[in-house]
């Protein structure tokens, strides 16, 4: 297999699941035939009518089976879109809700309480971090923050008799350090804690459960939407209890996503493994090019060997994403960095990834770490997108003359 089937094998090995997952049946619950549209249509509503109160009362308590007596407990479209993702995900239930940082903060109100104790990667998804910082912390919660690359034993003095929850999040934001899940999983579940695992960047080529997590989170605005015209997320998890938990804690916090959302996603989700096969490859390309140049000091994408987390990638993943981290050589300043990213044409200036277009973000400065070290080096971020990758690459190499003569006209005092 050669590295660019390495990436992009996860996607292919989907393909028929995400044609077919969460779509509506031809068959009814009662077993007659009836005639459906091959998508979900968009379903909205607040109210829902019931013909006599027992049968509002029979749906009522169905409601951990993904049942509807309001439109706040969800509608038929945010319902196939559970079940799809739910399969994806290789889990049995899935809330879908407003957005991934609501998925990754409702999980965490969820598996923890007053007094508990969680540990969180250092290379955790901003907004995350300033939750767990913040608002938890206001409700007793405490936090203690790991690096990514920790071994097991660094981890195991960081448990307290209160630790509630791990998270993970593998590759980590920005810094794309792959995290040994499954050993993770082992040493929560040793002191009776959940390992929860912000699974974004490998979804559909890395089985949560598989590897003993919990709970796994999804910012589906990324790959599953794909389009960056949704904000949504998911929560999945693999155990009835779990899912109660869990189900209980979304419809107090009143926790869904809007139809439309729904719709965009479940659309999204029937190309996703051609459009990601195609960008997985187009990455790798561009990563390998990167490693190329004298302006690069390291590329940070899981899938190259010599990366970090390489190893643990080609043992637990089945392809790969496609935002990863540039770091410059030192030569550079951020502001060398800055002009240079100023005079892409191809790159849009933006946050997310996982659309169909090419972004580029700044990654150094932006970033808090306080059990390790910080990025000391300028680097930036890069979403490869649908374009064709050797313009995109001839986009960079541009940029890198600006980078360049910014850096050449700073040392020469010009
Ligand atoms: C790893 C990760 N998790 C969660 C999120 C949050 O997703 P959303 O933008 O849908 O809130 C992001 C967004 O960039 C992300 O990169």
Known sequence: ????????????????????????????????????????????????????LATMKRNGALRYEHETIYGAMGSPIQHDLERAVAEIE??????????????????????TSAGGHILLPDSIYGPTRRFADTMLRRFGVTTTYYRPEADIEELAGLLRSTTQVIFAESPGSHTFEVQDVSALADLAHDVGAKLLLDNTWGFGVFEPFRHGVDVSIQALTKYAAGHSDAIIGAITVADRDDWQTLRDATIQLGQLAGPDECWLTLRGLRTMSVRLAHQARSTLECALWLQTRQEVHQVLHPALPGAPGHEIWKRDFT?????????????????????????????????????FESLVLPTSGGI?????????????????????????????????????SSAHERLSGV
């Open 90 to 111: 290789g889990g049995t239930d899935t809330q879908i809700v407003s957005s991934g940082l609501a998925a990754c903060t409702t999980a965490l109100l969820a598996f």
């Open 319 to 355: 392809g790969a994403g496609t935002v990863f981290g540039v770091v410059l050589k030192d030569r550079y300043t951020s502001r060398d960095m800055e002009r240079m990213i100023d005079s892409l044409k191809l790159f849009g200036i933006g946050a997310s990834w996982g659309g």
């Open 368 to 404: 808090s770490r306080t059990a390790g070290d910080m990025l000391a080096a300028p680097a930036f971020r890069l979403n490869i997108g649908l374009e064709n990758v050797t313009d995109l690459c001839a986009d960079l190499e541009e940029a890198f003359s600006v980078l360049e």
């Open 1 to 52: 297999m050669n590295s660019s089937d390495s990436v992009s094998r996860g996607w292919q090995l989907l393909a028929t699941r995400l044609v077919h997952a969460g779509r509506p049946d031809v068959v009814q619950p009662d077993g007659n035939a009836q005639g459906v549209f091959v998508n979900s249509p968009v379903s909205r509503g607040s109210t829902v009518l019931f013909p006599d």
